[in-house]
């Protein structure tokens, strides 16, 4: 039995796609807070990523793969920095709950499987994978590699990955279907499955399926997160907390490709610093938003890239505590946000405005969905709600002094305000916004998601009882039933058809408020090339090298 492949419709990938960039201005922050006086009705955001959204970001199908470059011009070796807006959460990929932590995890973990340009299966430190019954999965995996700290990568080091994988502390529970694990031999695991589940192989190519080294987390314990050991391109050399990630190459790695000897991600959360630091030659990539876009745009030597990604900005609602467990408080939450005009003040009209987790064209999107922009109609529904005027309190989580998420932040309280709620903001540092929301029970939070490999993953974690994201634990009737059966059935055009139907029940339920789907990004000197953009896949620097 062969395995269905997920395929997103061809036009909304970047792969390697060109288009010419727009010129750009930045949007001043005043502009921004005078949203929800000047937009008139009609007019139409692990789990989360902060640096994604650190400004314009869009889902063009002609994207701009900036920084690509002929491999015939590479030069061998060499070193480079890389700006990103933020620290990673956790080298833990399994404490890991931000979507910008990947663009870490890639220069030094490899997947089982990896997820080829079409957003396929493909194989990784897996060579190969036989299905031979619904419930049955064996991987062959590679010989002869190696983690950093020279213990071998065998069947034994996977089947205690994927057990971590599933046990009590782990946040993920994609692999919840795997009823235990037999060792066949060296390099070869079973996975004996409780019930028929289709997203497995691609849920092996995102975090369940990174392998770290057994022996470096036993011995380091709680303090692996800061000491992370794989078997990727790079090795962590020097980790400063919320400050820098030194790697160095990984001489033994097992696949071709790899140029740099060396690549420091740096953090710098203000885009003025990092356009400085760019010019300067202190850098050389970075994430960028508008005033970075603006800066860049004519300037020879920089070369912008704009690329489509499945990430959006969301206002996380918490379904479980007053007043946003009442389902008329949500819907008017939905219809107060005037998503058009924040999207053309923050992204500069890059974006693409967003009702739903999948954008248009892609497999699991649902045209019949549409939340439109209606202050007058959320008034309405707060009237009918029931509930007093002086309990319609909230609070909002954001990242603060981060890019875009101030302004973000201030439009979206601004508006909620012109209909009747009492708003405050909760300005926290990545990892301290992602930590209350996670354990604390705030009323809402301003992320984004970044999206999953397999469809399920992104339904099951944002409107699952037991979703990570589901801050509130509840979810409508017939929820549960329809995520189980889209985990449960292989054909591939009968689970699109569920994931659509999965996302119009959300949609009514009003577990968030989706704004826009953001691009990715970036800027690259002038002589760094081999950037290859991927529409599922955060930012990959492994591939980077010098011009000569």
């Known amino acids: 039995m062969t395995h269905p492949k997920h ?17 750009l201005t930045a949007i001043p922050l005043a502009g921004v807070l005078l949203l929800a006086a000047c937009s008139s009705p009609g007019q139409e955001a692990d789990n989360n990523d902060a640096d994604a959204a650190s400004g314009g970001e869009t889902n063009d199908a002609d994207a701009t793969s900036g920084g690509e470059t002929n491999d015939a011009d590479a030069a061998s070796g060499g070193e480079i920095t890389v700006a990103l807006g933020a620290a990673p959460q956790s080298f833990d990929p399994l404490a890991s709950v931000s979507g910008g932590d990947y663009s870490y995890f890639y220069l030094v973990y490899d997947t089982l499987i990896e997820m080829d340009e079409d957003a396929n299966a493909a194989p990784g430190l897996a060579e190969s994978w036989d299905i031979p019954d619904d419930t049955t999965i064996v991987l062959n995996l590679r010989s002869d590699i190696e983690f950093h700290d020279g213990t071998p990568f065998d069947a034994e080091a996977v089947k205690w990955n994927l057990e971590r994988a599933n046990s009590e502390g782990s946040n993920t529970r994609d692999l919840s279907s795997i009823e235990s694990i037999d060792v066949v031999d060296e390099h070869t695991v079973q996975l004996n499955l409780s019930q028929p589940d289709a997203s497995i192989p691609l849920v092996l190519s995102d975090r369940p399926g990174t392998m770290i080294s057994p022996a470096a987390f036993e011995e380091l314990g709680e303090d692996y997160h800061l000491n992370p050991v794989g078997t990727g391109a790079f090795e962590v050399v020097e980790h400063i907390s919320n400050e820098s990630v030194r790697y160095e190459k990984n001489e033994d790695y097992w696949k071709d490709g790899v140029s740099l000897d060396a690549i420091t991600i740096t953090v710098m959360g203000d885009e003025n610093t990092v356009i400085n630091a760019m010019r300067a030659g202190q850098v050389h990539v970075a994430s960028a938003g508008p005033a970075a876009l603006a800066a860049f745009a004519e300037d020879s030597d920089f070369t912008i890239e704009v690329s489509d990604q499945l990430v959006y900005t969301q206002l996380l609602l918490n379904t479980g505590i007053a007043p946003l467990d009442n389902p008329k408080v949500r819907e008017a939450i939905s219809h107060a946000i005037d998503k058009a005009g924040i999207n053309e003040a923050l992204t500069g009209g890059l974006g693409k405005v967003a009702h739903q987790s999948f954008p248009e064209g892609y497999s699991a999107y649902n045209p019949n969905i549409s939340i439109e922009y209606d202050p007058e109609l959320s008034r309405q529904l707060l009237a009918e709600s029931g509930v007093p005027a002086d309990q319609l309190k909230i609070d909002i989580l954001f990242f603060g002094g981060v890019g875009t998420w101030p302004a973000l932040a201030e439009a979206t309280a601004a508006q909620l305000r012109d209909v009747g709620f009492t708003v405050e903001l909760v300005p926290l540092e990545v990892t301290a916004a992602l930590a209350e929301w996670g354990q604390n029970g705030a009323h809402a939070a301003l992320f984004t998601w970044s999206g999953r490999n397999d469809p399920l993953q992104t339904l099951s974690t944002l409107y699952g009882a037991t979703g990570a994201s589901n801050q509130g634990k509840t979810s409508p009737d017939g929820m549960e039933e329809m995520l189980e059966s889209a985990r449960t059935t292989y054909d591939s055009a009968e ?32 002589n760094i090339g081999g950037m290859e953009s991927h529409f599922v896949k955060k930012p990959d620097y492994s591939t980077l090298f010098l011009k000569d």
Do not use: C, W
């Not at 119009?504 to 800027?523: C, E, M």
């Open 495 to 526: 689970r699109a058809e569920i994931f659509k139907e999965i996302s119009a029940l959300a949609a009514d339920y009003h577990y968030h408020v989706v704004y826009n789907f953001i691009p990715r990004t970036q800027v690259f000197a002038s």
């Open 7 to 23: 395929q997103p419709d061809r036009s909304q990938r970047s792969g390697t796609m060109k288009r010419h960039m727009k010129a």
